[in-house]
């Protein structure tokens, strides 16, 4: 209500403002014929201006502040790759029987274009993820997860979030995971039916988390060919990948 009667009051104090001027103007010349035309061509302009401001001028300024803010999403999201997501990926894929059916498509290369990243996708769309509960070593993985607890707590506290809800479902998948391999004490002595349960948990965080990395190096392909550069030797899918540069 405040902000309402302080508006009020600039907008009444502005109206004021402009009358004594074209009263002032009117004393001064005694020419009305002259303030009349001005006044109806300022009119006619405000539809103009109207459209200038609010759709062309405040659409381009929305496209900046969206890329900016995608820029800072991107740099958390990086941060995730760098510190969980690359190495949760290793855990995962290498549980995957059918890894081999996708490998060749997500050996991402230095020169790939947009086409190729959107063959890939194409492929992954149509791929049945899956975890061999068997081939994950479900103790390494809790130790290495709940190690990344208050990272993955920072990380869902960012506001930017908001800004990417896929990844925000992957982070809240991926937290879910956490919780459920820390709420296990003896992760070797779990029935049947508890191991198919936590393999529905890692496949969900499987799914989404191939999906965001293939965004995530067509961004650094785009715009960072440095960071790009290092990702792709780091490239969880290259049975061959080495950091070190030959």
């Not at 103790?139 to 800004?163: A, H, I």
């Amino acid at each position: 209500m405040k902000r309402i009667r302080w508006e009020l009051k600039l907008a009444m104090a502005l109206v004021a403002a402009s009358a004594i001027l074209y009263i002032l103007h009117y004393i001064i010349f005694s020419d009305s014929h002259h303030i009349f035309i001005y006044l109806l061509g300022d009119i006619a302009f405000v539809p103009i201006d109207v459209l200038l401001v609010t759709l062309i001028i405040h659409k381009v300024l929305n496209i900046r502040d969206k890329r900016q803010k995608m820029e800072k999403m991107n740099i958390v999201i990086g941060a995730f790759f760098s510190e969980v997501g690359t190495r949760l990926l290793v855990h995962l894929s290498d549980s995957d029987p059918n890894l081999d059916k996708i490998r060749d498509s997500l050996i991402v290369e230095n020169d790939w274009n947009d086409d190729e990243f959107d063959r890939a996708e194409a492929v992954l769309r149509e791929y049945s993820y899956d975890v061999d509960i068997g081939k994950v070593d479900l103790q390494c993985l809790k130790e290495f997860l709940v190690g990344k607890r208050g990272f993955l707590v920072r990380l869902l506290e960012n506001p930017m979030l908001l800004e990417h809800e896929s990844f925000t479902d992957l982070l809240q998948a991926v937290f879910h995971a956490v919780e459920e391999l820390e709420s296990r004490k003896d992760l070797d002595k779990l029935p049947a039916t508890d191991l198919e349960h936590l393999r529905g948990d890692l496949k969900r965080v499987y799914i989404q988390l191939v999906g965001e990395w293939l965004d995530y190096m067509r961004h650094l392909q785009r715009h960072y060919p440095y960071l790009f550069s290092l990702a792709m030797r780091l490239n969880p899918f290259d049975m061959e990948s080495n950091p070190i540069v030959r």
